[in-house]
């Protein structure tokens, strides 16, 4: 699943813990935290309290190899960032919060140890990782971007680095690293803080041997900074921090190895051990820096030096330990401080298991009792830890088990559940697979059974639901499963091959459940089942590959049922196998690094190579070559004896024509693919792990499938005409489709009381089996059967009816939505909507950058629960009438409210997800008819929401209704409305569903109510749920994950995360968004023309390409270039650089050019590329939202004192006194919406359309710093193209990029209009001018005139035009003759003749001082400046004339159309125009002449003298040739005559 897809992941983990065999560990800096890595690759996160009490919350996914050491990214006690090293080489930097991955990359190198360290220039900060391992350098990384700064490398005997520390001289400037090699060389580097990646080699300055052979520890005490400790394996000793001379040594005892150390205090340290024991020691005088005695030991025997005090052992008594460790305890000491200081030993050892100890602070009289004891005794007392927890603790002391995904089905003697050792999920049938230890394979529906594991239904407690089928077969557990299908067309889809530990292949026939053949070639367990690529030749085609334990390899075909290949002289075992379709190679790849490559055709080893051959070979398998392009000849095909050799030799015109067909073939299936809105992933820690399994939930997938799925009832999102619709209803397939529903009704009837017999009964599972025809033949039949054939008379699993995506929806909705804080709409959820109620908490995730993945333990809840107070009181919402009563069996009651709605104060990352997915996908429900879960009873209906934007935004829409809704509900109970929004519950029944009377309530109260129902769930957590959960149990939403969702590709989750984010802007009030202008204003990219941007000599020097940027020591793939791309959904669309070239990144445009008060600190930009175009593009959407929002408006005249009030609230920056801001963000927008496409900057990419829309938001505050005539261009350019995507844009499902652009820039248009008529109307009538000008001249008839945006733009402004005469007529009435100019250029000229004006563009005729002649061709317009305006059809030209000295309100031709009269309201005139033709029938201004005037009366005192009534109320009516009446606004009539 694409990390840009908004999924939210549920996790059910199973009876049995995961293992994790600790082998790392680290306590954060404000010691809430224990984080420990694993062997197999995962991360824990444990919560730790004060009172010691330790809880493990999340498992971190991500890595693929031994997690070899954690460390601090910073400091300080703010951040709880985590940097954790593989032993592939891969760093990960997490957020400890929540788990979330912040970034991620892979160096060469297995790195062993990180130190977080800070560089302080001035009074800024910047935190640096420094990084040792097996390799000879010093890696100095950026803490945030994870990208290798510089380097300190050794002249003098270069060996890898076993340890170091960081001295921070008080009396120098300088830091000092001090290193070990392995070798136990003592080196020194100094840093200064001004190192860059360009800087010199970096040399140790000074070296000295020390003999100190892999040092496991070299800490520098952080109390005196003049002592230094050392700990080897056999030893460990104290040190003068200033010339390194031996202070004191101390051996190990027999049997013991240290394995590192660290001060406790200035004359304490504490050692640990390989067996996991720590000691306590106290220094002699002549190691402590305050003693009169210190360094008197210096250059003495080790006997005549006195020894450390060893007064305390910390270990775990061995009666504890039920198991012994299979690896080395991993151990570290932590000390800070939390109300009092805490010096705690941390330990995690094979068993998972974490033991804390609180080292005690003894006094120098207690340490003297303790010397006269040991004078007696002989040993150290010891300390047992204070707490000391692992997974299994854990599980075994929950209440409420974790639940597995099939746990119900079957369990052992002792009533625990068979482990499942193989799963595999179905998406396009909604089946799981699962084959379990004892050898069994269960069908079962998958979203069925996760409702008996997570929700309150009605089949929770039912033993053996949901129906499933059981295939037994194998004779132990079943190890590996595949459903070739799946994987590729080609196969039959009835084929599914299971592998196990009895040395067999299963094929079963996946529909009927008969076992179709046993292969039986193996002599190990089978380890793994893969399907080959689809360019092999065509016996190849219909196998699969096997591989087992004892090192072989197998192809085995379906359909021949043999063994095509049997590859068994593996000396090792078996890691990857690859192909090579076009030599009709099989590859495979052994542990030793070894590459047998067999031929297919024949079974002939071809050869076996191994070192970097082998790895060649292995990567020339990657590159994807066809048969025809093989460059194979008859030589070699001889020589290597291959048979398909041959076949390519003598056939390569075939090979062409079969290259085309495949081609096709493989379009075919690319186009059959889709994105399912549920995927089960079975998971494990550990290869001897049992599957726990992970459901992802893809919220646009779902809501694509809500909106396309024909078993709702839906209709196709485009109508086909009426009557179409009448032939299809009529067809032969609708008359089977009614037939064939009939038929089902009766069998569903039957099935189901089957089921409930069975159940009654108390089986162990429902097989339900579908018996054809086919399946009554005898053996010998069946075995003659045509496969094919066979395949296409296949059954469904079973006969159990239900609508998968509407499950899916249920699962989704009831497992997100925050029960307990509302009753009444909790009971609305339950019975109209038809939600369920979690019974368990659940177990969500988190995934992030790189598919890295976040994982919620079942105890999660538990520290949550602990450290909140206590809930407030449901908030309780009179929905329903105080009459109706819900018996306490119906509504299920909430023990806690965390069980439920807990999940909102995990973290910001997770409320986002959580809080778009709900809203999104009720939004999509509220715009279907009958949108409920109880039943049938979605169907056929439009949506009733737009789906063209309209004017307001779409965002801004659904935050006003829901704020509406949210307050109707308030007050539903003084308004009286009794029953509006749910009916009477029925009491007498137990299951919650409706009553008899509310079953008879009419169709469209039903809807409305249901509708009313998912618009309170959308308010409760878009606007309500801070309110209701409080400060300490509700995490916001984060701005910036909303931000780069503000475009995204599915229509309702870009309301979604608009209605939020404008949500949360308003919640946090001006102080909370001048943070957010603050934070983010110095990443906004300076801005640089787009017309000399492109140009080699305008790039600054500074940018350069990401390739120059990367380390050589990083091994960037392409898979993580890709996963750049796809990692964020408002860059995603971004070539490697957004803006990189065409913006400096110099400094911050804001810092150097605002006002003093405005001045923000410059802000490093991130090192890597990627970050870098994040924060620019975050930057961007965030201060453009603000700044569209919250902006102030230019000041008017008639400004009234509230106006003036609220503009002076606007954010600081935005304001008419500061508009820095206002002006670089402006600047920013256009150049997105400008700048030509390029392979940095795609034409239709999220950031652009983001841009789009903002400029269209608030084009108010950007209009002063922009060319309003550029950007219209620009936004009509987009749209010209409006027509070829008018039914994608309708259809409500996601739309290409380039309908998208066009979409969002009509929208714009739309908002610049009505926001800013005059510029809009101004701006288009000079480019119409223009235009029309260049045409005129006869050099410059050219190709681009004729196809420039004025040309191709013409629908969409007169879509324009007609809105604004919609919504504001006044306005267009002001810039009367300019709208018409514009309407002139965009009328087609032949429908104008042939059609009239009235006809062409009815919407201008609507104002009285428009007249169209018929006759003439001419139309005549009354301009505000008293002018007359006349307009030539046939000559092209308009011609001025002076006629009245203040407005003209009205004109009209005579119907015989020689006659003009206008008329002017305020200077109480009407005149009569001549209008005879000239020479040629050309207008000439001495053809067209005043030949009468008459005054009018003045409109009588106190009558209505707006614009707007005048608009509607003086017109001219001719009704004769030579009589004209007068209308005005008054109501009075006058008549008059030529």
Not at 473 to 491: A, D, I
Not at 1385 to 1394: F, G, M, P, T, Y
Request: include cysteine.
């Amino acid at each position: 699943m694409a990390s840009n897809n908004l999924a939210v992941p549920i996790v059910l983990w199973g009876h049995v813990p995961p293992t994790h065999c600790i082998s790392a560990i680290l306590l954060t800096s404000d010691q809430r935290t224990v984080v420990t890595g694993c062997h197999d690759g995962q991360i824990c996160l444990w919560d730790l309290n004060e009172n010691m009490e330790l809880v493990p919350r999340n498992m971190l996914f991500g890595h693929t190899a031994k997690i070899t050491c954690l460390a601090k990214s910073t400091d300080t006690w703010e951040k709880c960032n985590v940097v954790s090293a593989a032993e592939n080489g891969e760093l990960c930097l997490w957020d400890v919060s929540d788990g979330r991955c912040i970034e991620h990359t892979k160096l060469s190198g297995t790195h062993t140890a990180i130190y977080p360290y800070q560089v302080g220039n001035g009074s800024s900060r910047e935190y640096r990782l420094i990084c040792h391992g097996y390799y000879a350098e010093i890696l100095i990384m950026d803490a945030n971007s994870l990208e290798v700064l510089f380097s300190l490398s050794s002249k003098l005997s270069p060996d890898w680095i076993s340890c170091l520390c960081i001295l921070r001289p008080i009396k120098r400037h300088e830091d000092v690293i001090v290193a070990l090699s392995t070798s136990g060389t003592l080196k020194v580097w100094t840093l200064t803080g001004q190192e860059t990646k360009e800087s010199e080699p970096i040399f140790e300055t000074e070296s000295k041997p020390l003999r100190c052979l892999n040092a496991k520890t070299l800490a520098c005490c952080q109390f005196t900074q003049r002592t230094v400790l050392i700990v080897c394996s056999n030893y460990w000793q104290v040190y003068d921090a200033g010339d390194f001379s031996l202070l004191c040594s101390v051996p190990n005892k027999k049997g013991e190895a240290w394995t590192g150390g660290e001060f406790v205090a200035g004359d304490r340290v504490i050692v640990w051990s390989k067996a996991g024991r720590g000691s306590l020691y106290q220094l002699p005088s002549c190691c402590i820096p305050d003693s009169a005695d210190f360094r008197s030991g210096v250059g003495q025997a080790a006997a005549k030096t006195p020894a450390p005090f060893q007064y305390l052992v910390m270990e775990i008594h061995p009666s504890k330990i039920k198991k012994p460790l299979t690896c080395t305890p991993a151990m570290s000491f932590s000390f800070g401080r939390r109300g009092s200081y805490h010096k705690l030993l941390l330990r995690g050892d094979s068993h998972g298991r974490v033991t804390l100890w609180k080292i005690p602070d003894i006094t120098e009289k207690e340490l003297s009792c303790l010397k006269q004891v040991q004078d007696s005794v002989d040993r150290p007392p010891d300390m047992p830890p204070h707490v000391s927890m692992s997974l299994q603790d854990v599980w075994d002391s929950m209440e409420l088990k974790p639940a597995g995904i099939i746990d119900q089905l079957s369990t052992k003697q002792d009533n625990t559940p068979l482990a499942i050792t193989a799963s595999l999920y179905l998406p396009a049938q909604g089946r799981l697979v699962c084959g379990r230890e004892d050898g069994s394979i269960t069908i079962v529906p998958a979203t069925q059974t996760a409702k008996v594991q997570l929700l309150q239904c009605e089949h929770t407690k039912q033993r053996g639901w949901p129906p499933h089928r059981i295939l037994r077969g194998h004779k132990g557990k079943v190890t590996c499963l595949v459903y070739p299908h799946q994987e590729s067309l080609r196969y039959d889809p009835q084929y599914l091959v299971s592998g196990g530990v009895d040395f067999a292949v299963l094929v079963w026939d996946l529909f009927s459940g008969q076992l179709l053949h046993t292969f039986s070639v193996h002599g190990g367990e089978i380890t793994q089942l893969v399907c080959p690529p689809d360019n092999c030749n065509a016996r190849v085609l219909q196998s699969v590959c096997s591989v087992a334990t004892d090192h072989s390899v197998a192809l085995l075909s379906l359909r021949e049922r043999k063994a095509l290949l049997l590859a068994g002289r593996h000396l090792f075992p078996v890691q990857v196998i690859k192909w090579r379709p076009a030599d009709d190679f099989l590859v495979v790849g052994c542990l030793d690094n070894t590459v047998y490559v067999w031929q297919m055709e024949t079974g002939h080893l071809d050869r076996v190579e191994s070192g970097s051959v082998a790895q060649d070979i292995l990567n020339a398998c990657d590159e994807t070559i066809l048969p025809s392009e093989s460059t194979t000849t008859l030589a070699q095909a001889l020589k290597r004896r291959s048979l398909a050799a041959f076949k390519n030799v003598a056939q390569r015109a075939a090979f062409q024509v079969l290259q085309t067909s495949t081609a096709s073939h493989s379009h075919a299936e690319v186009s059959k693919t889709q994105n399912f809105a549920l995927s089960i992933t079975p998971m494990r820690t550990n290869p001897k792990d049992s599957d726990f399994h992970v459901l992802f939930f893809d919220t646009e997938a779902l809501i694509v499938q809500l909106l396309t799925d024909e078993t709702l009832g839906l209709s196709s999102p485009i109508a086909p005409e009426p009557s179409k619709q009448k032939d299809q209803s009529e067809s032969p397939s609708s008359k089977r489709r009614t037939l064939f529903s009939s038929v089902g009704e009766t069998i569903k009837a039957q099935v189901s009381e089957t089921i409930k017999s069975q159940l009654k009964q108390g089986s162990d599972f429902i097989d339900l089996k579908i018996r054809s025809p086919k399946k009554e033949q005898t053996n010998g039949q069946k075995e003659s059967v045509d496969l094919e054939y066979k395949s296409k008379r296949s059954k469904n699993l079973t006969l159990l009816e239900y609508n998968l995506t509407l499950d899916i929806a249920q699962l989704l909705m009831s497992c997100l939505h925050a029960w307990g804080l509302d009753l009444e709409l909790d009971k609305l959820c339950l019975f109209k909507l038809g939600l369920l109620k979690p019974h368990i908490p659940v177990s969500f995730g988190l995934i992030s950058r790189g598919g890295h993945m976040s994982l919620m333990l079942p105890t999660w809840y538990k520290y949550r629960e602990r450290v909140t107070t206590g809930l407030a009181e449901p908030k309780t919402t009179q929905l329903v009438p105080s009459t109706a009563q819900v018996e306490p069996a119906a509504v299920p009651h909430i023990g806690s409210s965390l069980v439920h709605s807990g999940h909102w104060e995990i973290s910001s990352a997770v409320t986002t997800q959580h809080l778009l997915s709900v809203i999104s996908v009720a939004n999509t429900l509220m715009g279907m008819t009958n949108a409920s879960f109880l039943g049938e009873k979605i169907n056929q209906g439009k949506r009733t929401s737009p789906l063209v934007p309209t004017v307001e935004s779409i965002a801004q829409d659904l935050l006003e209704n829901i704020v509406l809704e949210s307050e109707r509900v308030r007050r539903i109970k003084q308004v009286g409305v009794q029953g509006l929004i749910v009916g009477e519950v029925n009491t007498d029944s137990s299951d919650g569903t409706d009553s008899e009377a509310e079953s008879g309530m009419p169709p469209s109260i039903q809807q409305a109510q249901i509708k009313q129902g998912w618009s309170l769930l959308a308010a409760l957590h878009c606007v309500l749920l801070p309110d209701l959960l409080g400060k300490e149990r509700f995490q916001p939403p984060q701005l910036q994950m909303l931000a780069r969702r503000w475009q995204d590709r599915c229509l309702e989750v870009r309301e979604a995360a608009q209605a939020l984010m404008l949500a949360e802007l308003q919640r946090i009030g001006p102080e909370g968004r001048k943070e957010v202008i603050d934070s983010w204003a110095p990443h906004l990219p300076n801005y640089v023309d787009p017309q000399t941007a492109q140009s080699p000599e305008t790039q600054p020097s500074s940018a350069s390409s990401p390739k120059d940027k990367t380390e050589p020591t990083a091994e960037p793939t392409k898979e993580e270039e890709t996963d750049h791309l796809q990692d964020e959904d408002l860059i995603s669309g971004c070539a490697p650089s957004l803006m990189e070239d065409e913006v400096s990144q110099e400094s911050s445009p804001v810092s150097r050019n605002c006002s003093p008060e405005m001045a923000y600190p410059t802000q490093k930009k991130a090192s890597m590329p990627f970050e870098a175009r994040r924060n620019q593009a975050t930057a961007i959407v965030m201060l453009g939202v603000i700044g569209a929002e919250f902006g102030a408006e230019i000041a008017t005249k008639g400004q009234n004192e509230e106006q003036k009030k609220k503009a002076s609230r606007a954010p600081e920056g935005f304001s008419r006194d500061n508009y820095s801001l206002a002006r670089h963000t402006s600047k920013a927008l256009t150049y997105l919406l400008l700048a030509p496409p390029s392979g940095k900057l795609p034409a239709h990419t999220p950031i652009r359309r983001a841009a789009i829309d903002l400029i269209g938001r608030g084009f108010t505050v950007w209009e002063p710093y922009m060319d309003v005539s550029a950007v219209l261009l620009g936004l009509l350019e987009l749209c010209c193209d409006s027509e070829k995507h008018a039914a994608s844009m309708t259809s409500g499902l996601p739309l290409t990029p380039a309908a998208d652009s066009c979409r969002t820039a009509r929208h714009a248009l739309s908002l610049i209009a009505t926001a800013r008529p005059s510029a809009f109307i101004t701006t288009m009538a000079k480019e119409v001018a223009r235009h029309a000008a260049m045409a005129a001249n006869a050099q410059s008839q050219s190709a681009p005139i004729h196809t420039s945006v004025l040309v191709r733009g013409k629908p969409e402004i007169l879509r324009v035009i007609e809105l604004l005469i919609d919504k504001m007529q006044s306005d267009v009435a002001e810039l009367i003759v300019e709208v018409m100019d514009i309407t002139v250029h965009c009328l087609d000229a032949a429908q104008l003749k042939q059609k009239g004006l009235q006809e062409t563009f009815p919407a201008i005729c609507r104002f009285n001082m428009v007249s169209y002649d018929n006759h003439s061709r001419r139309i005549a317009v009354g301009a505000r400046n008293g002018y007359l305006a006349l307009y030539d059809q046939k000559t092209a030209k308009c011609q001025m004339i002076a006629a009245h000295s203040a407005p003209v309100m009205a004109v009209a031709f005579s119907p015989d159309g020689r006659h003009l009269a206008t008329y002017s309201y305020q200077e109480n005139k009407l005149l009569f125009w001549q209008m005879a033709a000239g020479l040629f029938g050309m207008m000439s201004g001495s053809s067209i002449k005043c030949i009468r005037s008459h005054d009018t009366r003045p409109a009588r005192a106190g009558s209505n003298t707006s614009l707007n009534s005048l608009l509607k109320g003086v017109r001219l009516v001719w009704i004769t040739q030579k009589n004209v009446i007068v209308l005005t606004g008054d109501g009075s009539e006058q008549k008059f005559s030529v």
